[in-house]
Structures are given as C-alpha cells and as structure tokens.
C-alpha cells in the first residue's frame, strides 16, 4: 500500500503567530508529552527515518515545526512538554501561542495526542484533547510504545483509556494501540492523518475505534 504521508519534508519552523505560514490549506497537529514518542511515530507514519529528530533530550521540540507533504498539506509537530528546564516566560510564550493557533488556525483540521500507553492521560494529554473538542476538531489519541506490553495489558489499557475518552468526550476522539519501533497500527493511524489531510479516504469509525489492540 503506497504511503499518502511519504513526501513529507520540513517546511519551516515558527516560534510565534508572525512566523506562521498562509492560514490555508489542510494541517494535522501533534501533540505529546515528553518523551511520549511523538517523534518517532511522526517518523513511522512518513516513512522516513529523520523527519522528525528523534532526540535524546527530551522537549526538544521548541516551535510549531510544519512538515509538508503537499503544497498546502502540512503534519505539525508542536511542543513538547514536562520537563520544565526552560524559563518560565518561554512556557508561557509557548502557552499563549499554541492557545491561539488552535483558537484561530482555520488551516488546522485533527489533532493527534501522543501518550505513552503505560502513563496515558496526564494533565497535558487532557488540556490538548480538550483544545480540540472545544474547537469542534476530531482527535486521535496514539498509544505509543505498545511494544513494551503483552498483548493482554495493551487491550486493558487500551480500554480503560477508551472508557475514560468516552465518558469525557463522547466519540470526538479516537484512540488505538501504536508503536513506531514494530510499526504495529501504522496504517490505522496514517489513513486517519490522510483523511483529515484531503489525501486519502480515512478509516470507517467502526474501524478506527477497533477493539483489537
């Protein structure tokens, strides 16, 4: 199956609304805690080894970087977040930027919240989902690093954390197992991304939600 994302290369970074390409087109966030392997599944649904730096350092991530994969179709990498070693008026720099592009961002169309799948849902996964829903947004939620469980503990953390999706958003976001590493739920998550993007016919709901880790 040929890759939508695949020609996906970096188009620019910006650290405030100035810097911000043509407000049009069709753009899918990204949205991660630290370390939660945002990077990497943004590499695993391009296809490419580098696109996004996979650092060392967690919270590398210090801009809206915007990666293109057709002129106006853009993957956007937004900060990281949870390792507080940046000074407090920068957070809050990133705070009130990424507050006004979700409130503004005419271009953006889904939000994907990447959330390691043995600590999911902290504070930040909810204030990200919750940008979304407020905005009317679809979101996806990855649970990544699913190749660090048995099968039998990713279906329950799988469920419990569709249970709580539920109960706190309705069905506006979907969640499903991933891992960049075993490329498990690629596919699933690519054909959501190109959906939102113009690029490809998403999954069916019934699929998207599938219960099978």
Same mark, same amino acid.
């Given at each position: 199956? !040929?890759?939508?994302?695949?020609?996906?290369?970096?188009?620019?970074?910006?650290?405030?609304?100035?810097?911000?390409?043509? $407000?049009?087109?069709?753009?899918?966030?990204?949205?991660?805690?630290?370390?939660?392997?945002?990077?990497?599944? +943004?590499?695993?649904?391009?296809?490419?080894?580098?696109?996004?730096?996979?650092?060392?350092?967690?919270?590398?991530?210090?801009? +809206?970087?915007?990666?293109?994969?057709?002129?106006?179709?853009?993957?956007?990498?937004?900060?990281?977040?949870?390792?507080?070693?940046?000074?407090?008026? +920068?957070?809050?720099?990133?705070? =009130?930027?990424?507050?006004?592009?979700?409130?503004? %961002?005419?271009?953006?169309?889904?939000?994907?919240? @990447?959330?390691?799948?043995?600590?999911?849902?902290?504070?930040?996964? %909810?204030?990200?989902?919750?940008?979304?829903?407020?905005?009317?947004?679809?979101?996806?939620?990855?649970?990544?690093?699913? $190749?660090?469980?048995?099968?039998?503990?990713?279906?329950? =953390?799988?469920?419990?954390?569709?249970?709580?999706?539920?109960?706190?958003?309705?069905?506006? @976001?979907?969640?499903?197992?991933? !891992?960049?590493?075993?490329?498990?739920?690629?596919?699933?998550?690519?054909? @959501?991304?190109?959906?939102?993007?113009?690029?490809?016919?998403? +999954?069916?709901? !019934? !699929?998207?939600?599938?219960?099978?880790?």
């Amino acid at each position: 199956m !040929s890759n939508p994302l695949n020609a996906a290369r970096y188009l620019l970074s910006a650290h405030n609304t100035g810097q911000l390409p043509p $407000d049009g087109g069709h753009e899918v966030a990204f949205a991660g805690r630290s370390n939660a392997g945002k990077s990497s599944a +943004l590499n695993a649904l391009a296809g490419h080894n580098a696109l996004a730096r996979v650092s060392k350092t967690p919270g590398r991530t210090q801009q +809206l970087v915007f990666f293109e994969v057709q002129p106006g179709r853009c993957l956007v990498d937004l900060p990281g977040y949870g390792y507080a070693k940046v000074p407090q008026e +920068l957070q809050a720099h990133w705070q =009130a930027f990424i507050d006004r592009y979700f409130r503004e %961002r005419e271009a953006l169309k889904g939000l994907v919240v @990447v959330m390691d799948i043995r600590h999911p849902l902290k504070d930040y996964d %909810r204030q990200m989902l919750g940008y979304a829903v407020q905005r009317g947004l679809p979101a996806h939620a990855l649970l990544t690093k699913a $190749d660090k469980l048995g099968r039998g503990q990713q279906a329950n =953390a799988l469920q419990a954390v569709r249970r709580e999706l539920f109960s706190a958003y309705g069905d506006s @976001v979907g969640v499903q197992t991933f !891992s960049g590493e075993s490329k498990q739920g690629v596919e699933q998550a690519r054909a @959501v991304v190109a959906g939102w993007l113009g690029l490809a016919q998403a +999954l069916p709901s !019934s !699929s998207r939600l599938s219960r099978d880790p």
